[in-house]
Each structure stands twice: as C-alpha cells, then as structure tokens.
C-alpha cells in the first residue's frame, strides 16, 4: 500500500497544497514551524481519521477559516482508493472512501495502516500508564475491528459500575444483585480484551527486542513488560475480593483499565535512568514493531511517518535506522528534518530514491 498524493485545504498552516508522492522514501525539509509535521498529521489524518498531536477536529482548521479538507489516493493492492474528509467548525466531521461516507469512523480504521514516530512519543514513557495503554489499544484496533467495540463496551460498562458504586455512597442503599450483573458484564468484555493484549504482547515482545538490539548493536539490556492483575488471578475473583475497597474509594479499582506496560533498561525504569539517546532509541524500536505486527498480521506494508528523527541519535543509530527502513521489508516512508544537505548525506550511501520537498511557512515545492 502507497499514497499516491495528497491535496489540503486550510489545514493547520496549510492554505492549499496538491503534491505528488514517490512510493519509497519521500523527505521534508524546512525550519521548525514551516509546516513540516503537519503534512506527516495529514496523512495521519487519512488513515486514522484523527490527528496524531491533537483530538479537537476543529483546532486542524486554519485560523481565520471555518473548514478544512484532506483528500488522498492510495494504491491498495494494484486498486485506487480515493478517501477525503473536511471538517466545519461546530459540526461533525465527514469521511469517505470512494466518495462514500462511512456510517462510522471505526470502518475505517485499519484499512490504511500507518505507524508514526514522532518527538511526541516520548509521552509513552513519561505520562501515565493510560498513555501506553493507548499505544497497546491502537496497534491491535489496526487488525482487529472487533477489539474496538469491546475496548468501548468495557469502557461503558466500568463507568456505570462506578456511577452504581458512588450512588451507594450517596443514598446508603447498596443492592448486591445489581452490582453481580454489572460485574458479569464488566468480566465478560474484560476478559476478551486481557486475551487479546497478551496474546499481542506475545507477538510483540519478540519483535521490540529484535529491532532495539539491531539499532543498539546489543549494548544495552532492555525489556518490556505486560502487567495485568488478570496475570495473577481471575478477573471475577479480583472484583469480589476488592468490592469493599471499590465501595470506600467509589471507583473500581481492579480490572485490565489498570493495566501497565513497563519500560526497563539494565533492571532500571527508563523513564528515570535512561539517557535521551536511550529512550528514544527504545522508542524507535517500539515504533518499527508496530510496524512488524501491523504488516504480518494485516499482509501488506503500513506507511511509515518519521517526524524529526535524526534528532538526539548518533551518527550510527542514525546510520543503521536508515539502512534498514530502506530494506524492502519496509514500504513508503515519509521523514521531515530540518537539514536538507543532513538528509543527503545520510542517503547517499544507501541504495534508494528519495524525494525531496522544501516546506516554508505552509508552501510547499520540490526541491
């Protein structure tokens, strides 16, 4: 799979852009703010229906404008997929593919695979764990549709639960029988989801230790680890062993929303002992095994977006990344960085064509 073009409308800084893309490696240069990234987040957008750095739809619209339109052609097994969306201020956003539109958004996810490494990521490590939870949740929503409707059955029913468990404190009437069923239910989409992440991470695992030790050379010993309480004991039996706890606190305080995915470099957590080159060559790596899983288990090659790569890695991480993103295990990538005579050098002694644009405040050209 390839994205052929693209065409913007008022989005981000962008009033109007129409490119043309090659369908190996396709590099932005500019200074920081020219509109580099948001050409990464628009293609983001197609695939995924929603920025990569901000959920609000309407902020994506330039300001002084009241709509913004993306529109792409991908090559998807030797057919033409044609999707579009546009957003008006205050009203719901329309997508379609072939020009027709989805009855829901979530029909489209996984159908234009992407994976995006981006400075931003470095929220994996640093923010809570509900943020890696969303990576976990945003790989396998890629391949499997079904995951999605479980991850929003689970949500809904966990905040019932915990609206029941606040109404006991309230009115001091505590119905058992009602919190059995709504347990039942909390167990039934519990224990799908738990399943399919380990089962993921059993994948996964191997996958990220492949690529950190390629990028690495071996020098440095990490790990990634799934934690779960459901690792440990059955998700029934959890509820019933803290429902007098849950009832004092008001909230549920066990179940796969509390799961975690720890980042550990020499037995140390990364966020705290691992160097800037360190986390994000472990970064990277989570990212390229993303890209692993996504294209064996979806038989096709994602896009690759690389925002700022080249920053905080050393001329041979640097080196040894591009080589192998360049390998025919990979397909189309797309790269920003803000030095185009860098950009040369690092491809020239790699055999592969690149294409180069120059961005400069929201105007775009070959270069």
């Known amino acids: 799979m390839w994205l052929k073009n693209i065409t913007l409308l008022n989005f981000k800084n962008y009033n109007d852009a129409d490119i043309q893309f090659s369908d190996t490696v396709n590099v932005f240069t500019g200074n920081n703010g020219s509109g580099k990234t948001n050409m990464l987040d628009a293609i983001h957008y197609l695939c995924l229906c929603k920025s990569y750095f901000n959920p609000i739809d309407g902020q994506q619209i330039k300001t002084g404008q009241e709509i913004f339109m993306i529109q792409g052609d991908f090559d998807r097994s030797s057919k033409n997929e044609k999707i579009s969306c546009g957003v008006k201020r205050n009203q719901k956003k329309q997508f379609k593919r072939n020009k027709k539109e989805y009855d829901k958004l979530a029909d489209h996810i996984?159908?234009?695979?992407?994976?995006?490494?981006?400075?931003?990521?470095?929220?994996?490590?640093?923010?809570?764990?509900?943020?890696?939870?969303?990576?976990i949740d945003n790989v396998i929503s890629q391949t499997d549709s079904h995951y999605l409707d479980q991850l929003i059955s689970y949500n809904r029913i966990l905040l019932n639960r915990n609206a029941f468990l606040k109404q006991i404190a309230i009115s001091r009437k505590?119905?058992?029988?009602?919190?059995?069923?709504?347990?039942?239910?909390?167990?039934?989409?519990?224990?799908?989801?738990?399943?399919?992440?380990?089962?993921?991470?059993?994948?996964?695992?191997?996958?990220?230790?492949?690529?950190?030790?390629?990028?690495?050379?071996?020098?440095?010993?990490?790990?990634?680890?799934?934690?779960?309480?459901?690792?440990?004991?059955?998700?029934?039996?959890?509820?019933?062993?803290?429902?007098?706890?849950?009832?004092?606190?008001?909230?549920?305080?066990?179940?796969?929303?509390?799961?975690?995915?720890?980042?550990?470099i020499s037995g140390m957590p990364l966020k705290k002992f691992g160097s800037q080159g360190q986390q994000k060559s472990f970064l990277i790596a989570l990212k390229l095994a993303q890209y692993a899983y996504l294209a064996k288990n979806k038989g096709f090659k994602p896009l690759l977006l690389l925002d700022d790569i080249f920053d905080k890695l050393d001329d041979s991480r640097v080196q040894k990344l591009m080589q192998m993103v360049s390998h025919h295990d990979f397909g189309q990538i797309f790269i920003t960085d803000t030095g185009k005579e860098r950009v040369k050098s690092i491809f020239e002694n790699i055999d592969v064509d690149v294409t180069l644009f120059e961005v400069e405040e929201g105007q775009i050209k070959n270069a």
Request: proline residues 3%.
């Open 110 to 135: 996984g159908l234009f695979p992407v994976v995006m490494v981006s400075p931003y990521d470095v929220n994996l490590i640093m923010e809570g764990s509900e943020e890696r939870r969303k990576f």
């Open 174 to 264: 505590y119905d058992p029988a009602l919190l059995e069923i709504l347990d039942e239910q909390l167990v039934t989409a519990g224990d799908k989801i738990f399943a399919i992440r380990k089962a993921f991470m059993d994948q996964f695992i191997p996958l990220f230790n492949q690529y950190y030790i390629y990028l690495t050379e071996n020098k440095e010993t990490v790990e990634l680890n799934y934690q779960s309480q459901l690792n440990d004991a059955s998700f029934n039996h959890l509820l019933a062993k803290s429902v007098e706890k849950d009832r004092v606190l008001e909230r549920t305080t066990t179940g796969i929303h509390k799961d975690e995915l720890a980042f550990v």
